[in-house]
């Protein structure tokens, strides 16, 4: 086979969904075919609402199969804190957020090659999770909200104002 004949790198992830997660490894699934035909491209599970604790891995794990992503845009409502900006594997990732309560967090790639992820609410039950991530791979996926009520999952609330208070006291205590 000459060079001419072998086929580019398509940067796509592995298919291998079910092996055993490492502790700190994003919960993250992503279409694997060639074509980006659905409003979604995969889904993430964090474990937690802190950004700076779950954001790493994700970014990492897809920097690993997809090449550098530059941004993240986040609903502000579902997350305890939100910095503009966070130095991951010695790379700025700039993090733009918004009150828009749509359930996913839009990750860019270049200039213009966007990806958009269902965002699972980390109390999800495991088949839960699983069914959910399942439809927002499927190339007839629907929008992140209706998948996460035709799953069990319901809707990612949005932080309490004591929630946020407790987390600003804690990290005021250290």
């Known amino acids: 086979m000459s060079d001419a004949d072998t086929p580019p790198e398509t940067k796509l992830l592995p298919d291998a969904i079910h092996n055993a ?3 700190g490894t994003a919960l993250l699934r992503l279409g694997t075919t060639h074509v980006r035909e659905g409003i979604l491209d995969g889904a993430w599970w964090p474990r937690s609402r802190d950004v700076g604790a779950e954001l790493p891995s994700l970014i990492t794990a897809l920097t690993e199969h997809v090449g550098a992503l530059t941004r993240v845009g986040l609903d502000s409502s579902a997350w305890e804190e939100l ?4 130095i991951i594997d010695d790379r700025v990732v700039h993090i733009d957020s918004f009150p828009v309560g749509d359930d996913t967090v839009l990750l860019t790639r270049g200039d213009r090659d966007h990806f958009s992820l269902l965002v699972i609410p980390p109390d999800t039950t495991p088949d839960a999770a699983r069914a959910a991530m399942a439809r927002a791979v499927s190339a007839h996926n629907t ?10 999952t319901g809707r990612t ?3 309490a104002t004591e929630d946020r208070q407790a987390g600003q006291e804690r990290r005021d205590t250290r």
């Open 21 to 23: 997660v490492k502790p």
């Open 83 to 86: 910095p503009t900006r966070l």
């Open 143 to 152: 929008t992140a909200e209706q998948i996460l009520i035709d799953t069990g």
């Open 157 to 159: 609330h949005p932080i």
